[in-house]
């Protein structure tokens, strides 16, 4: 079992920067997992935002978000990160951080086994 804890959101103004953080900790986490974070607006589907492989640091990046986002693993601290600059209002949502076990970079929700409970992201003027 692998426990994820966000932390980080926030209110912020278009064309901010904020950076999310995730902990995670279980007997069974190891560098054998893929790391991601997804995003969730109202109303509509849950989708990734980034995902990084934890034994050798390669990313994947969503639609839109490329450029702007970074994704980064601490595995000596098993902490995430997701630094988000120039932040837009269409980035307003929920933000998740989840994990898999394995090495396989895989972008769908469901193929994710365990998530944080989310942290709120708004960006409003």
């Known amino acids: 079992q692998v426990q994820l804890v966000e932390s980080g959101g926030g209110l912020v103004q278009p064309g901010d920067s904020l950076r999310l953080s995730c902990v995670a900790s279980?007997?069974?986490?190891?560098?054998?997992?893929?790391m991601g974070w997804f995003r969730q607006a109202p109303g509509k589907e849950r989708v990734i935002v980034a995902a990084?492989?934890?034994?050798?640091?390669?990313?994947y990046y969503g639609d839109g978000v490329e450029g702007r986002f970074t994704i980064l693993s601490d595995n000596a601290k098993n902490m995430l990160y997701l630094q988000m600059n120039s932040l837009k209002a269409e980035d307003t949502a929920v933000y998740y951080c989840?994990?898999?076990?394995?090495?396989?970079?895989?972008?769908?929700?469901?193929?994710?086994?365990?998530w944080g409970q989310g942290t709120q992201v708004t960006v409003s003027s």
């Open positions: 279980g007997r069974t986490f190891s560098n054998n997992y893929v």
């Open positions: 989840a994990a898999r076990p394995g090495i396989r970079i895989e972008l769908r929700e469901n193929d994710y086994d365990y």
């Open positions: 990084i492989r934890r034994s050798d640091k390669s990313t």
